[in-house]
């Protein structure tokens, strides 16, 4: 079956150091993967997204890049600012089924100036 | 265009009590998917619905929970005889097409 596995926050970063947040997938066939954030007390935006293998999704200076030999899609921003601070989940949706997804259980990210 | 808009916010019922959760999708969007969120847990999909048809309730309890698309009007979301562990936050998502979900800001239960 599909599952999402990321790493466990909350993540605590003084503002300007580097982001790494890992994310790892299990699934079938070839599946779409993305990186959404939640803001405290606010629904989830999408951040970025990669359809296929070597893909590389990118959005406000956070990028993330799908390697289908290691299942992995790991979020990475060189310079995180306090702004940044919310609950970041990875997910993936099947081919062809593209808004069912799978969620990992998010990591929090605190970024303190 | 204002995006997917959910109501009420916050919902607070008693045990055995039903509760209704609406979800008004963007303008134009015909696909609708539920998603429920426990506490320190990622979201786990529900149900897909387009206008009156349940496409894929895969994430559904058997038992309490029912969802619905009209032709006309909000998404609802229902859960009969609710009970502690119903305590969630419940997002609604929408699409024009099969791709592309926009979330709404979700709708916090919480079961007393």
């Known amino acids: 079956g599909n599952s999402v596995t990321q790493m466990e926050g909350p993540v605590t970063l003084s503002e300007e150091a580097f982001l790494t947040i890992n994310c790892t997938y299990t699934a079938t066939g070839y599946p779409s993967l993305f990186w959404y954030v939640q803001y405290p007390g606010e629904g989830l935006q999408l951040l970025l997204k990669?359809?296929?293998?070597?893909d590389k999704g990118s959005n406000k200076g956070f990028e993330a890049t799908y390697r289908k030999e290691t299942t992995s899609f790991h979020l990475e921003k060189g310079s995180v600012q306090v702004s940044d601070s919310a609950v970041y989940f990875c997910?993936?949706?099947?081919?062809?089924?593209?808004?069912?997804?799978?969620f990992g259980s998010g990591t929090k990210l605190n970024v303190k100036p | 265009n204002a995006g997917v808009m959910q109501n009420p916010r916050h919902l607070v019922r008693r045990r055995g009590q039903e509760a209704r959760l609406r979800c008004s999708p963007m303008k134009g969007h015909s696909h609708v998917y539920w998603y429920r969120q426990l506490p320190e847990e990622g979201l786990k999909f529900m149900v897909y619905l387009q206008k009156e048809n349940i496409i894929d309730e895969s994430g559904m309890p058997k038992e309490r929970f029912s969802a619905e698309f009209p032709k006309e009007g909000p998404s609802i979301l229902r859960i009969q005889q609710v009970v502690r562990g119903d305590s969630a936050a419940y997002f609604c998502?929408?699409?024009?097409?099969?791709?592309?979900?926009?979330f709404g800001q979700g709708t916090r239960l919480t079961v007393v």
């Open positions: 990669a359809t296929k293998a070597d």
């Open positions: 997910a993936l949706s099947d081919q062809g089924n593209f808004n069912k997804f799978y």
């Open positions: 998502a929408s699409s024009a097409t099969g791709e592309g979900a926009f």
